[in-house]
């Protein structure tokens, strides 16, 4: 026992380390640091070999927030670096559509330069390969796609001043900026006013790059790289053979037929940061995203949204349960009995098995693979192994326990399915393996045959996704067959009642107690409790913003999971007084609607939040969502159908029947 107390104990700590972490903007790294030294110091410093004085920089995919839709570092005909092979990536990164490269960008440490030359690239209008490279670099200017640049695992940020003083560190810098027809100077072009000319797009061709080291106690260690920071600019350069970054920014007319030159340029500068912690070098990013207080306001929302259903809860179960049944045992005689009404009188029915069982039992074998998948993944979250320095983790580990998790989704599945008397176990068994994996694989595969149209880098190359066909078939579908095996081996469910034969009749039901009006209302208080932490999941999808703050959302999970319960225990009670005993479907309905809800916001989010135009990038938008809904209801709806078949089996298991 002291073992154990112990062992309890410390997970807590985690826990609460995690929160506090989140809360604090602290980041607990996953990854080991690297140290650096100059060329000199690296020479008399041989005996320590993980010191190194090269800097590499590299590249990720580009993205908008006025397009779903990324493209490769390639795809712009920027200045790249054939000679080198590219990192290799998890399956999270090539979910995610991310796509590292090696960059030109190349400097040794603590050695400032100034206005070096990459590369110049020309076009000619007149030629229709060179047009079609030019015009597709002005759409990505028009859309206002962002460059994404990773130094020793850090993005690369550009931080600029926003209002009431404060600044704003962006982890992405634009390609450039367009001013139209009218004169006015959209997105990026707002901060130069040389950039005046009218239906003209002006390309950010350098960029001033400053790196932050902080030395370690050990000198001999060498120094670690703690923040990465650039300013865009834009030169035209009047010798692009020896630049010297001055004169008048580099402009492409709308207008302009010809041959152009783009000249390409940076400088770097070192600068010893004191201050800042390798441990703590993400602070200064997850510092200017969206504060923290919203978190604490909506935690707070919905705690009281628990406590008042717990409340209520409580009250039903202390007080009108506890004098009913009470009551109820103390009961001599049939007539007695008779004269009884509500939650007691379909004791002979409320087990009785649903329509569509089948289709219910499959639902829930999938609901459980997803609630666990979701609460380890959270958990994992919490300890700061799933950091955003750990690019593509949180969709690896995800991925990796669906697969995973077969065996309870076919235990789950063929036990509630023998229990509403089933006898297909072939059909049940295939059904969980292929049901709701095929629909959300059919969305997704089609959402990808729009990406490979459209030549994104999100589209999923053919190897993967074979890759992934295989984890599915060969891994998950198996686990599934074996944990059915061990479900259809056990015996059914014992109910506490007998199910009588002839079912009772349903009596004529109020507006608030039909099914329609219940379900509807019981979706609304789950959905009060995340839909700020919502927005901000959102945000870090579709809006490209980082999402760190995993304590906050773990206790959203678990007040989730609370609220779902209690408020599927609330309408049921009420539907069992009004002496309806469906419950099944509608106790998994009540909660699953919650998802609807989450669909009509992410609709809204769409149109209100979001600058997104194309039709490719607004079937996606709703592509993805729809996968995101789908499996939402499949959590909630699971929630909902234990939470209530605990409380139907609970006070059923004390009332006496005759």
């Known amino acids: 026992m002291v073992v154990f107390h112990r062992v309890r104990v410390v997970f807590l700590l985690l826990f609460v380390c995690g929160s506090l972490r989140d809360a604090l903007s602290f980041y607990l790294p996953g990854l080991a640091p690297v140290s650096f030294c100059e060329n000199e110091a690296s020479e008399k410093n041989s005996d320590v070999p993980d010191c190194k004085s090269f800097i590499e920089l590299f590249v990720n995919r580009l993205d908008s927030v006025e397009s779903v839709l990324p493209y490769e570092y390639t795809a712009f005909d920027f200045c790249a670096d054939q000679s080198e092979k590219r990192p290799s990536e998890n399956l999270g990164q090539v979910l995610f559509g991310e796509r590292i490269e090696p960059s030109p960008y190349k400097f040794s440490f603590n050695k400032n330069l100034e206005c070096q030359n990459v590369c110049v690239k020309h076009y000619n209008t007149e030629k229709l390969e060179d047009k079609a490279k030019l015009d597709f670099l002005k759409k990505g200017m028009l859309l206002n796609y962002q460059h994404h640049w990773i130094v020793d695992n850090m993005p690369v940020t550009w931080c600029y001043d926003v209002e009431d003083n404060q600044k704003f560190c962006n982890p992405g810098f634009p390609i450039g900026c367009y001013v139209t027809d009218t004169g006015r100077a959209k997105d990026a072009c707002v901060v130069n006013a040389d950039f005046n000319d009218k239906d003209t797009f002006y390309i950010f061709n350098h960029v001033d790059i400053t790196i932050f080291y902080h030395k370690v106690e050990n000198e001999a260690a060498g120094a670690r790289l703690v923040a990465a920071k650039l300013e865009p600019k834009s030169f035209k350069q009047t010798n692009t053979e020896k630049p010297d970054c001055t004169g008048p920014p580099m402009s492409l007319s709308n207008k302009f037929k010809g041959e152009i030159k783009i000249p390409y340029t940076y400088s770097i500068k070192f600068l010893e940061e004191k201050q800042i912690r390798w441990a703590s070098r993400w602070d200064y990013i997850l510092e200017s995203m969206p504060h923290t207080n919203i978190q604490w306001f909506s935690i707070m929302n919905s705690l009281v949204i628990v406590l008042f259903l717990s409340g209520m809860v409580a009250m039903i179960m202390l007080r009108t349960l506890h004098k009913d049944i009470a009551r109820y045992n103390q009961m001599d005689s049939v007539e007695d009995a008779q004269e009884e009404f509500g939650w007691k009188l379909v004791h002979g029915d409320v087990f009785r098995p649903p329509r569509k069982g089948m289709l219910l039992s499959v639902f829930l074998g999938s609901g459980t693979q997803i609630f666990i998948m979701t609460f380890v993944t959270l958990f994992f979250a919490c300890l700061g192994f799933l950091s955003p320095a750990n690019r593509g983790a949180l969709m690896t580990c995800a991925v990796v326990l669906w697969v995973l998790l077969g065996t309870p989704a076919g235990y789950v599945a063929a036990r509630y399915y023998k229990s509403f008397g089933g006898e297909k176990w072939k059909t049940n068994v295939l059904l969980t393996a292929f049901l709701c994996p095929g629909v959300v694989f059919a969305d997704f595969f089609v959402m990808n045959l729009i990406l490979w149209g459209e030549g ?182 699971t929630i909902g159908f234990f939470a209530c078949f605990w409380f139907v089996t609970k006070i059923y298991s004390v009332v006496k029947v005759d």
Not at 457 to 468: D, E, H, K, N, Q
Not at 553 to 564: A, G, K, M, S
Not at 574 to 599: I, K, M, N, P
């Open 456 to 637: 994104s880098s999100a589209a999923m190359p053919f190897g993967t996704l074979v890759a992934i066909l295989a984890l599915w078939f060969c891994i998950s579908v198996p686990l599934t067959f074996i944990g059915a095996y061990f479900g259809f081996k056990k015996s059914g469910i014992e109910h506490p009642v007998r199910t009588n034969q002839i079912p009772r009749q349903i009596p004529e039901q109020s507006f608030y107690t039909k099914p329609l009006p219940g379900i509807v209302m019981g979706g609304i208080l789950p959905f009060g409790c995340i839909f700020i932490q919502l927005f901000f999941i959102l945000n870090s999808i579709w809006s490209h913003q980082m999402y760190y703050m995993f304590g906050f959302l773990f206790l959203v999970f678990i007040i989730l999971v609370i609220t779902c319960s209690e408020a599927t225990i609330l309408l049921c009670y009420f539907h069992l007084c009004a002496e309806d005993y469906h419950w099944q479907w509608r106790s998994f309905l009540t909660s699953g609607f919650t998802a609807v809800y989450f669909l009509v916001y992410a609709i809204h989010y769409f149109f209100s939040k979001l600058q997104i135009s194309g039709l490719a990038s607004t079937i996606l938008y709703f592509g993805y969502t729809m996968i995101m809904a789908l499996i939402f209801f499949l959590f909630t709806g």
